[in-house]
């Protein structure tokens, strides 16, 4: 079974910018989350998606935005890009909801996108 | 101005010997904890998992203590090898009506653990 897929791997962007990242959950999964990873503030949650829906948010600026396809990929965007956003971009992936126990909320990750803001 | 980096806590070991890796998590209502383990240029991956009704479980080489009365989680290591050397990092979260956490966990700031042969 394939895990989580995420592209590109890295990307380069000038201040500004925007930026669209993808990620491809395992397949039957149908929630996907997005985390981003820092040196200085380690793993935070940014939000995450089940049919299509945005169901969670984190504490970060309406820059930051998601949506989820009827196949369950998912892609985030950042807009004008500024220099704290550098990071590395995670997604996970999860059956979701409907599904009860320990399996449900196992979240598999990606290797994430590194994104340099310059 | 200028971001601090995290000052993870590090963890060197030899070879063959036990490893333990500590972590404190904040909040009473967490109810579902997992050990992930971060290799470098890979994203975290799933190691182990308990839930807040028990206090051990045991996996391949890895055994996971929750101590709910002081919050406190531990990932035991047996006969390290240089291939565990990686960040380790803690996530709890609460699950919410309709038995989800809806995505969120939230992470410790993880340790290094360095393995020498």
């Known amino acids: 079974k394939a895990g989580v897929t995420q592209t590109p791997r890295y990307l380069i962007k000038t201040r500004g910018q925007q930026v669209t990242l993808s990620c491809s959950p395992i397949s039957g999964h149908r929630s996907v989350s997005w985390y981003q990873q820092t040196p200085g503030q380690g793993l935070q949650f940014l939000f995450e998606y089940f049919s299509e829906t945005q169901r969670n948010k984190g504490n970060f600026p309406g820059r930051f935005s998601g949506r989820q396809f009827s196949n369950s990929r998912s892609e985030m965007n950042v807009s004008t890009l500024e220099l704290g956003d550098s990071a590395l971009y995670l997604c996970a992936s999860s059956l979701g909801a409907g599904a009860k126990g320990p399996t449900n909320e196992k979240l598999f990750f990606g290797s994430g996108t590194q994104l340099s803001v310059l | 101005g200028e971001s601090v980096g995290l000052h993870l806590p590090t963890l060197s070991v030899q070879e063959g010997d036990n490893s333990i890796i500590n972590c404190a998590y904040s909040n009473s209502a967490s109810d579902y904890f997992i050990w992930y383990k971060q290799e470098s240029g890979k994203g975290p991956q799933f190691i182990i998992d308990?839930?807040?009704?028990?206090d051990k479980r045991q996996g391949q080489r890895v055994t996971v203590l929750l101590n709910k009365t002081v919050k406190h989680l531990s990932l035991q290591i047996a006969a390290t090898q240089p291939g565990d050397s990686a960040v380790y990092f803690c996530?709890?979260?609460?699950?919410?009506?309709?038995?989800?956490?809806?995505?969120?966990?939230?992470f410790g700031q993880g340790t290094i653990l360095t393995v020498h042969p």
């Open positions: 308990i839930r807040s009704n028990m």
């Open positions: 996530a709890e979260n609460i699950r919410h009506a309709g038995g989800t956490s809806y995505g969120k966990l939230t």
